[in-house]
């Protein structure tokens, strides 16, 4: 089925031959037919005759019942689509079915590159009231792209917008100007189209310096860029590892779009897109094996800038989406666990020694009463031990990123003193865990975390106080919004 066949006929389930893969960090207990993992964290016990359509990790797709298996594993991202490889027989998207939507206004050099990359694709420019309308014209007239020109600036979303009201493909692709995203790249994304339900997936966004001998802010932010995702593919969904997507790169089926993006919002509108989408019953896919390049900021101040302007946007997508937008979602029990292993006191491994017993039971209890005992108790211990590694890794998130104002006030208390340093140990090891494949040195690294920390969380604050709403400072029980 193409991807036009697909927009006509709407969601119509996993195609036949449509292959899915078991994810490398999933646990198979009970002879395979228990699986946890995935993100949220899920443990899932599979039906006699759904285990027995893929004795080993990948499962095809052949009909009804086994497309209803592929499509909740990969939902929980318990399994990940397996593309097919490149060839002759590939039923793959045409170039002649995608049209790239530019939003600019002025920067005619990135444009330049940017629409450099493109060829042979069909490109609309929005000139989204440039103070140099004329330049950007010229850049895309040497390209071969058509331009609308708007009179009014109406900011990414409506550019955007603008542009895709011209689109007649059935795929779009949404390509910042200050982004090299190649043709090959975008067709690549498009293969998830392959799934009849995906309505959008993005690249890896890399963070890319362009000085041969880049300053110390700028190696910092290529290797912990906001935009870049992690290297790890994703079902994009509220609470799973990879939540949001950037639209500094989208590729999406034109027919489930509708109007686009939220013109009300000036940030987040990417975000706001993606949970809308997800809420209306479509997937969103997170595609890291495909990587892009995106210009980091010049400037320290426009690094900086563009950090609080995204803690902004918080109490918007509250207002919206409720508890999708909470800094962390925590268990009392864990919470309570995690706070004491933050504090460092004599009684802290108790507490979190009885909390631990208490999330083990719990899980225990909602497990399927026909799993054996030894698994049961393995998975309960499991996901209990996950739960409070992953509870002290947001209560240090939120002392030293979205609650730092808070927490500057609370110093001269002892107890707080000792919890931020714990937190600040934690946080530190997270963030070299995730730059482990970027040359940074420690320094760099832990003075570039901590101003990237400091200006998100002012803008939340910002937000917070100018909406007059805390919503985005909450954090929230697993379960509720």
């Not at 420690?442 to 919503?471: E, H, K, N």
């Amino acid at each position: 089925m193409t991807v036009t066949e697909q927009a006509r006929a709407g969601r119509s389930g996993l195609p036949t031959g449509f292959t899915v893969e078991l994810d490398a960090g999933v646990v198979r207990l009970d002879s395979g037919r228990l699986l946890v993992g995935g993100s949220p964290l899920t443990a899932m016990r599979l039906s006699a005759a759904a285990h027995a359509l893929f004795p080993g990790s990948r499962l095809v797709v052949g009909g009804p019942a086994s497309a209803a298996v592929a499509e909740r594993l990969v939902a929980s991202n318990l399994a990940q689509p397996v593309l097919p490889e490149a060839g002759p027989s590939r039923d793959d998207l045409a170039p002649e079915d995608l049209t790239v939507v530019v939003p600019v206004r002025d920067r005619p050099a990135q444009l330049d590159r940017c629409l450099s990359a493109l060829h042979p694709l069909r490109v609309v420019v929005v000139d989204d009231a440039s103070h140099d309308p004329s330049a950007v014209a010229a850049v895309a007239e040497r390209h071969g792209a058509r331009v609308v020109a708007l009179s009014t600036n109406l900011g990414p979303a409506g550019a955007r917008n603008a542009g895709l009201a011209q689109v007649t493909t059935p795929a779009v692709a949404f390509v910042d100007s200050d982004v090299e995203a190649d043709a090959a790249a975008l067709l690549d994304l498009a293969r998830h189209l392959a799934d009849p339900a995906v309505a959008l997936v993005g690249p890896r966004v890399a963070g890319h310096v362009r000085r041969p001998r880049p300053r110390w802010f700028e190696r910092y932010d290529a290797a912990a860029s906001s935009l870049s995702l992690g290297r790890k593919p994703y079902a994009v969904r509220p609470g799973a590892g990879v939540a949001w997507l950037p639209s500094a790169c989208l590729v999406g089926r034109t027919a489930f779009l509708g109007a686009g993006f939220e013109t009300e919002l000036r940030v987040g509108e990417d975000v706001d897109l993606v949970w809308r989408l997800v809420a209306a019953g479509h997937r969103v896919r997170y595609e890291p094996a495909v990587t892009v390049r995106h210009d980091v900021r010049p400037t320290v101040k426009d690094w900086l800038g563009r950090k609080v302007l995204y803690g902004s946007g918080g109490a918007l997508l509250a207002r919206r989406h409720g508890g999708h937008v909470a800094p962390a979602v925590l268990s009392p029990a864990l919470a309570a666990a995690g706070a004491t292993l933050l504090l460092r006191r004599r009684w802290s491994l108790l507490v979190a020694g009885a909390a631990l017993v208490h999330a083990g039971a719990a899980v225990a209890r909602v497990l399927p009463g026909e799993v054996p005992a030894v698994d049961r108790a393995k998975v309960a211990a499991v996901l209990a031990a996950r739960g409070l590694g992953w509870a002290v890794r947001q209560e240090s998130s939120l002392l030293l990123r979205h609650w730092w104002p808070a927490t500057l006030l609370a110093l001269p208390v002892p107890a707080v003193r000792r919890a931020v340093a714990t937190a600040l140990v934690v946080d530190t090891v997270v963030a070299m865990t995730d730059t482990l494949d970027d040359d940074l040195d420690l320094p760099t690294l832990v003075l570039g975390r901590r101003l990237d920390d400091g200006a998100y969380g002012l803008g939340l604050w910002l937000g917070a106080l100018r909406a007059r709403s805390v919503a985005a400072l909450r954090p929230r029980r697993p379960g509720g919004r």
